[in-house]
């Protein structure tokens, strides 16, 4: 039998209508009116550039909170309560969008009560995952069904296959876990399969044929979804519609949402899915034969020592994921705050557990001095920043030597670069360092957003005790490009690629000299 799927080309997303009169985090609205209040400075960046902003950022950020749009946000001294916890029911879904955008074709279809669960069920089926659901359609189901395809067929983003590979059980065979790409990660055991941050990509012709990003159907049957924190690459909500409602999804516990948490599990309910769990920290839950341990995540706040509002946070989990045969844990972007360092969660997991095979440590460094937020994706978090912290340079992530300190911390026998893009589907979202089209051309920036590669680097030469000795790691590197998965035997790692996700570059990496090249002693391809 064949049956129509979503194209790979097709990326969706979901809308949401904002009444709140300051934005809410799931909307553009707060970022866009933040534009409005800090206009000033970013006009200054414009005219000046950012360097000469930052070293006048004090001035210029003080003149910025006496004016009339900043203390419209204030009650008294402080933010208003209105602001630093928008009213959720003035955020609402309000419709999900079908866009194939290199071929400049849309379909959006608006919600109404009672459509939006209809809906997500009718998007896990096209993706394959709809929990029988074709078999046994109610009617109310069937009618938006036949419509959605209709519309989608009309715009060329389905494609038919045969319905023995609705799933792809081959990826059975895909080792213990796989790097989807930037934060995504797969987890397996031979019974369970659990995803980590899901956030798929559409494919592109202007990619190389055999290096395309890995899509919903690829990544096979799901148990359950793990969300680490609530920023876009973490939390895409259309990216998550193609799994069907029926599928756990385990998030951060949040008490309420705010301007620095969205409240997932009131999101993802509102979008239809059934089976939602606030996990608090050290926590553990059982999926099939895989064990989770939510943990900590400290890091990612405005600041890295004392915050205004200290109440409101970047809210998330850092997940330890254990199978018969294999252990990992994911850092995703956490690093250290004025409550914690990941270093110390590494210890009393290590303490609690015992070492594990492979960290996914987040590298990306992001040191910079708080004005700079305003060019960000989080110009929010300017908002909590003490003014005495205005020229205080914030490390909210891990450096790449962090990242190496907390695997050792843990005994990691492996560790994972990531949380960083990885390829050009990322690239192009402005994540990540970057090649060029010819994949030899390096676009780094060493000291904010480093190649993964300057991981491998710090775990190689970690001393150097004499001018002609340098000193390792025990931490063995292990660099996995976005579709690649590890198998590990043995304790030692093997590299599975799989068609259509074969890295297709051999970048010129510069090395320091008299150093081996990075790249050599990674784990073989299998
Ligand atoms: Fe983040």
């Not at 915050?307 to 294999?326: H, I, M």
């Not at 020229?391 to 450096?399: A, F, G, L, P, Y």
């Amino acid at each position: 039998m064949i049956v129509p799927r979503l194209g790979a080309e097709t990326r969706l997303s979901v809308e949401y209508r904002d009444d709140t009169p300051f934005g809410a985090p799931m909307t553009p609205q707060l970022e866009t009116n933040l534009r409005s209040v800090y206009r000033t400075v970013l006009q200054a960046v414009e005219r000046h550039g950012p360097v000469d902003v930052v070293r006048h950022a004090p001035e210029l950020l003080q003149e910025v909170r006496a004016q009339e749009g900043y203390l419209r946000l204030l009650d008294g001294r402080t933010l208003r309560h209105q602001v630093l916890y928008p009213d959720t029911d003035l955020v609402r879904p309000s419709a999900l969008t079908f866009a194939k955008e290199r071929a400049y074709s849309e379909l959006r279809l608006e919600f109404h009560p009672g459509l939006l669960p209809v809906l997500h069920d009718v998007v896990a089926a096209l993706s394959g995952d709809g929990g029988g659901l074709l078999e046994c359609m109610p009617p109310d189901i069937k009618g938006v069904y036949d419509t959605v395809l209709r519309e989608l067929e009309q715009r060329d983003m389905l494609v038919r296959v045969p319905e023995r590979e609705k799933v792809d059980r081959s990826v059975r065979r895909q080792g213990d876990a796989t790097f989807v790409g930037h934060n995504t990660v797969v987890v397996r055991s031979d019974t369970t399969q659990v995803v980590i941050d899901p956030w798929f990509l559409p494919t592109a012709g202007h990619y190389p044929v055999d290096y395309q990003p890995m899509s919903r159907r690829e990544i096979g049957p799901v148990d359950a979804v793990l969300i680490t924190h609530s920023h876009p690459d973490h939390f895409d909500l259309g990216s998550l519609l193609q799994f069907g409602s029926h599928v756990k999804v385990f998030v951060p516990y949040v008490e309420r949402e705010s301007l620095l948490s969205i409240d997932m599990a009131l999101r993802l309910r509102q979008l239809g899915f059934h089976d939602v769990r606030q996990m608090h920290w050290w926590q553990s839950e059982r999926i099939g034969d895989i064990e989770i341990t939510a943990l900590p995540f400290y890091g990612e706040q405005p600041t890295t020592s004392e915050q205004l509002c200290p109440e409101v946070t970047n809210v998330g989990n850092v997940y330890l994921c254990r199978t018969a045969r294999f252990s990992c844990a994911v850092l995703a972007d956490s690093g250290r705050d004025r409550r914690g360092d990941v270093r110390e969660v590494a210890r009393e997991a290590h303490r609690r557990w015992g070492p594990i095979d492979v960290l996914f440590a987040g590298y990306r460094g992001w040191s910079l001095y708080p004005v700079q937020y305003l060019s960000s994706s989080v110009r929010r978090y300017l908002l909590f920043v003490p003014p005495d912290q205005y020229d205080v340079r914030q490390t909210i992530m891990n450096s790449t030597a962090e990242a190496v300190d907390t695997a050792e911390n843990w005994h990691a026998r492996y560790l994972v670069p990531y949380a960083d893009g990885g390829a050009p589907w990322y690239w192009e979202a402005g994540l990540g360092p970057a090649l060029d089209t010819d994949g030899r051309e390096l676009q780094e920036s060493v000291y904010f957003d480093p190649f993964p590669e300057r991981c491998l680097e710090e775990l190689r030469v970690r001393s150097a005790p004499s001018p002609d000795t340098t000193v390792g790691s025990p931490v063995a590197p292990l660099l996995l490009r976005p579709g690649q998965s590890v198998h590990l035997r043995n304790g030692m790692a093997g590299v599975i690629e799989s068609a259509r996700h074969r890295w297709p570059w051999d970048a010129i990496f510069p090395t320091r000299p008299g150093q081996p090249d990075p790249r050599k002693a990674s784990a073989p391809i299998l």
